[in-house]
């Protein structure tokens, strides 16, 4: 069974920087893709940051430019560094490994304050 554990989040206020880590226990190139989602209070968990094996990454229109996916693959972890924090920013974030299925982790809070 994968672990996915994720850390790093927190209470920052607008304007200001995080950023979460993804431990995984398996090597992450046996995935597909890892992938960062969020969800807020009463919202859907949405997509934030996807990179695939090949290092190739996208984002949701709302953190592009703000946000960056990146991975340490001699630790098995996965990063997202996000800048210009905003308060719509607020959420739980969950990091996933994709293959047929996605093995998530427990996820972390990030509160943004204005």
């Known amino acids: 069974q994968v672990h996915v554990v994720e850390s790093g989040g927190g209470l920052v206020q607008a304007g200001g920087s995080l950023t979460l880590s993804c431990a995984v226990s398996e090597s992450i190139f046996t995935f597909n893709a890892m992938e960062w989602y969020r969800q807020a209070p009463g919202k859907q968990r949405e997509l934030v940051a996807h990179?695939?094996?090949?290092?190739?990454?996208n984002y949701a229109d709302s953190v592009k430019g703000r946000f960056t996916i990146s991975r340490d693959n001699a630790k098995n972890t996965v990063y997202l560094q996000m800048n210009s924090l905003k308060p719509e920013d607020t959420a739980v974030y969950y990091c996933?490994?994709?293959?047929?299925?996605?093995?998530w982790g427990q996820g972390t809070q990030v509160t943004v304050s204005s």
């Open positions: 996933a490994g994709v293959r047929s299925y996605l093995s």
């Open positions: 990179m695939t094996r090949g290092a190739v990454t």
